[in-house]
T-cell receptor, first 111, second 112 residues
């Protein structure tokens, strides 16, 4: 079964600074990968997805992620964060009729 | 508007009092699923359904029941809730077998 590991549980960052959230996946022949965001007291929203093709995936709200097969990683980045990016972020992989999620990374943006 | 709805959004109950959390989708999706979210554990699948009258266990099914009598609805039933079922619950639906899932807004359940 495929799985993902999020390497950071908490990431504090100052406003307008860059942020990177790390996600590693278990090796497989083919893989789809997702990043979801959960804003405070809200549901899950799809940020971006990798299905195939270009390894650099652009998502909503200025986020992007790079699929790296040799390092089995799918790190999420944003060059300049805003206070409104404060949220919990989940990496996920489809796996036998479900999504398998990482433990989540809480991003706190400070002024 | 395409959406997954859940009710109630917040629920406080006591140990042993049966409850049902409803989930409904308007996208004619075959696949529906329930997850629970706990701090440090991410989301874990409870049950899923591939279509009407077809359900199967996920990773953490103990203490839960589901039914799928209609395509649009997938209620989650806790026959005898216990405090360890205090959690945030999400319903999801998809036209594929979980490749792209649409999530509901969540139900925060507290069992005292």
């Amino acid at each position: 079964a495929q799985s993902v590991t999020q390497l950071d549980s908490q990431v504090p960052v100052f406003e307008e600074a860059p942020v990177e959230l790390r996600c590693n996946y278990s090796s497989s022949v083919s893989v789809y990968l997702f990043w979801y965001v959960q804003y405070p007291n809200q549901g899950l929203q799809l940020l971006l997805k990798y299905l195939s093709g270009s390894t650099l995936v652009k998502g909503i709200n200025g986020f992007e992620a790079e699929f790296n097969k040799s390092q089995t990683s799918f790190h999420l980045r944003k060059p300049s964060v805003h206070i409104s990016d404060t949220a919990e972020y989940f990496c996920a992989v489809p796996n036998d009729y479900k999504l398998s999620f990482g433990a989540g990374t809480t991003v706190t943006v400070r002024a | 508007e395409a959406q997954v709805t859940q009710n109630p959004r917040y629920l406080i109950t006591v140990t042993g009092k049966k409850l049902t959390v409803t989930c409904s989708q308007n996208m004619n999706h075959e696949y529906m699923s329930w997850y629970r979210q706990d701090p440090g554990l991410g989301l874990r699948q409870i049950y899923y359904s591939m279509n009407v009258e077809v359900t199967d266990k996920g990773d953490v099914p103990e203490g839960y029941k589901v039914s799928r009598k209609e395509k649009r609805n997938f209620p989650l039933i806790l026959e005898s809730p216990s405090p360890n079922q205090t959690s945030l619950y999400f319903c999801a639906s998809s036209s594929n077998t979980g490749i792209k899932q649409f999530f509901g807004p969540g139900t925060r359940l507290t069992v005292l």
